[in-house]
């Protein structure tokens, strides 16, 4: 049985090697690619992002273990970062995940952000897909919410959970990572702290907020207006807009289904205790509920069409990035054209133009 | 660019001298390894199934309770029995001398007891890793 | 300290102004001074920073007559296997001249898992004795009538539990409670931060300690209750001044929990004691043992209103660092523990546990135990060293150096203080990060050689001879599965489960647990069972990993 196909089978050992392969953007990798694609597309991909300390290992935990209670298999891709120093990572998540049994219906794999060629969105997609194909019901994406990369991770999944707790100010934290925005469910964890009433209030209104800021027409359309289903029509919020670019490429269609205010979507704020497994029910609930929303209001499928477009626009620019590395001639070429273009003996659009150039001539 | 090694830190046992293996973790992320720490308090099968699913090229396995003599083996035969039959196994902690051979013949390539020179258990991993690193 | 570091002496005629280091340190960094001179020491009031002996603020010892009075406790932890073997054990060191009794649980015990759980595998007997239920602990202590001995359990998350089980034993052996004595270590706080043997959250914990505190202050009146124990934050990698502030901190914590529980703080206070670990820094250990006897009597007095003489005075147990014993070379380590015997007797202990040689390599050989033990004897009857109260105090140094660990400790306990105190400390994982940060400190300290272990990164010796050692026989295992068999199937199965209900909803109300615990234990309720009954209502922690 080839890889592709031990894959598709859902093997374990044939999942967790076709995973290092791609992570590793190998010839391997790229082939098996190929071969389980079409059989991609069918998981619902969560995010899970919020600041260090809130308990999202614990939440993804408890998440996974009342999905497979509905009978569902479960991926987990957890990202952590690598250290710019030594290019070294601790990939801590294990420490709080899959006690006790081993449960074969949930596969984790820990990711490293690395400095990857394409980006950290890039290989998490290639990964996902991996997982995807092997059968996994729900996959997990759970990163740290720091940084650009992250937040790009975050756009991968159908519907992104944003976690906080009590007494950290994580609200201005999260406002200040820019991942209040991303938010589809916003979960306040470790709620049988105090002050956690408080910071579901708090969300609430900061969420109410920010739909009356980013969503209305003009600034004069209230919070009650919002929610009394006044929604506008362009919804693209900040960080989308200036994220990836996939917004301005086009895909960022009215009511794609996506971010902070799809048509019709207000963000729930729940309460959970997720060592204790409390609120993760309704949790769960809340999932579905987006994606049947999507579903319903066609952002599935606008999704699908944004999502492909992008994943074609990173590969083209991760190869052609690649291409210039990978030779010694266009490497020299693109030396001499950027010492040029910084002394201004020539534009950058003249410079890529011959860049393009010389890899086309390469090619033939 | 070589991709860094993946090495999973494992704490099999009930011992929770975790001292040694957070020291090691911490040395290994530091030479440039991406690091799994498997947290105390882990079964074999617990170990096994990390060692498959996050697919890494070494399982560092500390042990100060004295049940290395029954715990590393088997969590070695777990690890081949699932297909994983081309990690670098390590053992470290408190190790008699005199149990060496038998987890040599178990399939540990270092034994690493109290006192090592972290940097020489770094390079003696780098130096065996079995899978080849792709490019 | 500072004061000294500034004035250097001028050089003698002839003598080169040159020094084998740019600086010299401490085993815990803290900085040494050429020489120390009455202006170190400037500020220091005699009655008021150190007082004779037994006196307030005890800096010089707990009591009056100390060692002339009576020696310390030489008492060697032992446990292995089963309970007939540590039982043997136990009789071997009485014959020998040992004063108390140290058990040593192994890690399925510490735990709360019965012998027969699949987690045990492996573990049954290796690091300690295996005690399933009351069977096992009337076997380990056939022989030895407890109201002529002193016990102490190192145990904590269970502790409750093995406590009622020695209760139990006292009862069946005829001795009234109020007749033995001993400790039991019940020092939840310092799991969480360094052991890591915990069961329960932090919360349901501590109310399992001041119910302790309670039934003992009422039925038990000279049992130690808790030993507050530094000598594993140490052992995990903390310095001295940690080891120092985060053990007093848990203590408070501890006086708190007790005054919160409604015990009056005199109640129980007096039957608190500490455990300390005596590393290689010889003053800097004595310096440490005087700073926390210091800083107690004060904080107790001043800060929690205590009125009896008792709660002012620590009393406390050593051991010699498990950490700095060498797999290398291990006949050096009986020089390293005698070293470390000496300060801790300087210091003032009230007990003392020396290592074996060989215990970097597995549990301790009869010869290496009693090489320790003699060791002690030695101290204790040749050296001369007991025979006058603290005689280090009053050196410049000396002085200096308890003056610097308790300004130290002080500045701890602001930054504790500063997280809402310890259990909050603990959630967020301040300590672990603090002792984490430490020890990989002196991990790159040993690598670059500032710090000099000899026979591991210098005066290296290769092909050195094996050292004999004691194997534990694999059989146990089966041996003490087949026995806890036995017993659960001969014992009144419906009385136990009708034990088990009871003290589950005990634990889910507010009454106090030990009667309940006692009562499953007489009922030969095994130790899992019971913690398994507790772990129903109070759930299990998981830490944060901290590296």
């Known amino acids: 049985m080839s890889l592709a196909d031990s894959v598709l089978a859902g093997d374990r050992r044939a999942v967790a090697r076709a995973i290092t392969l791609v992570e590793n953007g190998t010839p391997e990798g790229l082939a098996l690619l190929r071969a389980i694609y079409a059989r991609t597309g069918r998981a619902h991909v969560i995010g899970v992002t919020g600041p260090p300390g809130v308990g999202k290992s614990t939440l993804v935990d408890a998440v996974a273990t009342a999905v497979r209670r509905d009978g569902q298999t479960v991926g987990v891709i957890a990202v952590d970062p690598t250290s710019p120093f030594s290019g070294g990572a601790f990939l801590g998540d294990r420490v709080r995940m899959q006690r006790g049994v081993v449960d074969p219906g949930v596969f984790i794999r820990s990711l490293a952000t690395r400095g990857r060629l394409g980006g ?97 027409p003009g600034p004069w359309l209230r919070p009650d207006e919002v929610k009394a289903g006044h929604e506008p029509g362009a919804v693209s919020t900040g960080v989308r807009a200036g994220g990836t670019g996939a917004a301005a490429g086009g895909g960022g269609a009215p009511g794609d289904g996506t971010g902070a205010g799809p048509a019709g979507w207000t963000p729930p704020v729940i309460k959970t205790v997720a060592r204790d497994g409390e609120g993760v029910g309704e949790l769960v609930e809340a999932f579905r509920a987006h994606r049947w929303h999507l579903a319903r209001t066609g952002g599935l499928e606008a999704r699908r069409q944004r999502d492909a477009e992008a994943e074609v626009r990173e590969v083209l620019l991760a190869r052609l990035v690649a291409a210039i590395a990978g030779d010694e001639r266009i490497q020299r070429l693109h030396g001499d054209l950027v010492r040029r273009v910084a002394a201004r003996e020539l534009d950058p659009h003249s410079a890529a133009e011959a860049l393009l150039e010389a890899v086309r001539t390469e090619r033939s | 660019m070589d991709r860094p090694i993946r090495v999973l830190v494992a704490k099999p046992g009930l011992d929770r001298h975790d001292r040694g ?89 270092g034994v690493f007891g109290p006192g090592s020179d972290l940097d020489e258990i770094i390079r003696f991993t780098r130096e065996n890793v079995r899978r080849k690193v792709p490019r | ?113 019965d012998s027969d759980h699949p987690r045990s595998e492996g573990e049954v007997g290796k690091d300690g004795v295996a005690i399933d239920t009351l069977a096992d602990m009337e076997t380990l202590f056939d022989g030895i009538p407890l109201d002529q001995v002193t016990t102490s359990m190192t145990i904590n998350s269970p502790a409750a539990i093995l406590f009622a089980m020695y209760l139990a034993v006292a009862e069946k052996q005829g001795v009234a409670w109020d007749r033995i004595s001993g400790t039991i270590q019940n020092d939840i706080l310092k799991e969480y931060t360094a052991q890591k043997t915990y069961i329960f959250p932090p919360r349901p914990s501590m109310r399992l300690i001041t119910d302790v505190f309670g039934f003992c202050s009422r039925h038990v009146p000279r049992w130690n209750t808790i030993s507050i124990s530094g000598y594993h934050i140490r052992e995990a990698g903390a310095t001295a001044v940690q080891e120092l502030a985060f053990t007093l901190a848990d203590g408070f914590e501890y006086v708190k929990a007790g005054i919160e529980a409604g015990l009056d703080v005199d109640s129980f206070v007096p039957r608190l004691s500490f455990f300390w670990d005596i590393h290689m820094d010889f003053f800097e250990e004595i310096a440490k043992l005087r700073a926390a ?115 130290q400790a002080y500045e701890y306990f602001r930054r504790i203080e500063q997280q809402g105190g310890v259990i909050p400390a603990i959630e967020n994982g301040f300590f672990a ?21 000899v ?93």
Request: proline share 5%.
């Open chain 3, 455 to 547: 026979g591991v990164n210098k005066y290296v010796q290769e092909d050195e001879a094996p050292q004999p050692i004691l194997r534990i026989d694999p059989g146990i295992e089966k041996k003490q599965v087949e026995r806890l068999r036995r017993v659960k199937a001969e014992r009144d199965n419906a009385r136990v489960e009708r034990c088990l209900k009871e003290l589950a909803a005990a634990a889910r109300g507010t009454e106090n647990l030990m009667p309940y615990i006692l009562e499953a234990v007489r009922a030969y309720a095994s130790e899992g069972e019971i913690v398994g009954a507790l772990k129903d209502v109070f759930g299990v922690y998981r830490e944060e990993p901290i590296y």
């Open chain 1, 120 to 216: 950290l969105s890039a290989a998490a997609r290639d990964v996902i897909h991996v997982l995807d194909a092997s059968g996994r019901d729900v996959i997990l994406v759970e990163t740290v919410g720091a940084g650009q990369a992250e937040v790009e991770v975050m756009e991968l999944a159908h519907t992104t959970v944003v976690v906080l707790a009590p007494g950290l100010g994580d609200e201005i934290q999260a406002i200040k990572a820019g991942i209040l925005e991303i938010g589809d469910v916003f979960v306040v964890n470790k709620a049988d702290r105090e002050g956690a009433d408080r910071a579901v209030a708090e969300l609430r209104f900061m969420i109410d907020m920010g739909r009356w800021r980013e969503g209305a």
């Open chain 2, 21 to 109: 293996a957070k020291v090691l973790a911490r040395a290994y992320r530091d030479a440039g390894f991406e690091v799994i720490y498997t947290g105390l308090d882990r079964s074999p099968e617990e170990i096994a199934e990390m060692a498959i699913q996050e697919d890494v090229d070494v399982v560092a396995l500390s042990i100060l309770s004295g049940a290395h003599d029954v715990l590393v083996p088997k969590v070695i035969r777990l690890c081949r029995e699932a297909g994983a039959d081309d990690v670098l196994f390590l053992a470290g902690g408190i190790i008699p001398d005199e149990d060496r051979p038998r987890l040599t013949e178990a399939g540990v390539a």
């Open chain 3, 1 to 113: 300290m500072a004061k000294a570091e500034v004035q250097r002496p001028g050089t003698g005629p002839g003598e080169p102004d040159s020094e084998r280091r740019e600086e010299f340190r401490t085993l815990s960094g803290l900085p040494v001074a050429r020489v120390y001179r009455p202006q170190d020491v400037a500020d220091l009031d005699y009655e008021r920073d150190l007082g004779d002996p037994g006196q307030f603020p005890f800096t010089r010892g707990p009591y009056a007559t100390m060692y002339r009075g009576r020696l310390w406790t030489m008492r060697q932890f032992a446990g292995f296997g089963t309970a007939e073997e540590s039982n043997a054990r136990y009789k071997y060191l009485l014959e020998h001249g040992q004063t108390g009794l140290s058990v040593a649980f192994d890690f399925p015990t510490l735990l709360g898992y």
């Open chain 3, 293 to 407: 006897r210091r800083i107690w009597a004060r904080e107790l007095r001043e800060r929690f209103g205590a009125r009896d003489p008792r709660s002012w005075a620590m009393r406390f147990h050593c051991q010699t660092a498990g950490c700095s014993l060498t797999a290398q070379q291990p006949e050096n380590n009986v020089v390293r523990v005698t070293l470390q015997a000496l300060a801790a007797v300087l210091g003032g202990t009230q007990s003392l546990h020396t290592n074996s040689m060989d215990e970097a390599l597995a549990l301790p050989t009869e010869k290496a135990v009693r090489i320790a033990l003699r060791t002690q004897q030695i101290i204790a009857e040749e050296s001369g060293v007991p025979n006058t109260i603290d005689p280090l105090a009053g050196s410049y140094f000396v002085e200096a150096l308890t003056d610097t660990m308790e300004a």
């Open chain 3, 433 to 453: 990060r603090e002792i984490a940060e430490a020890s990989y400190r002196h991990q790159l300290a040993l690598k670059r050689g500032d710090v000099t272990v």
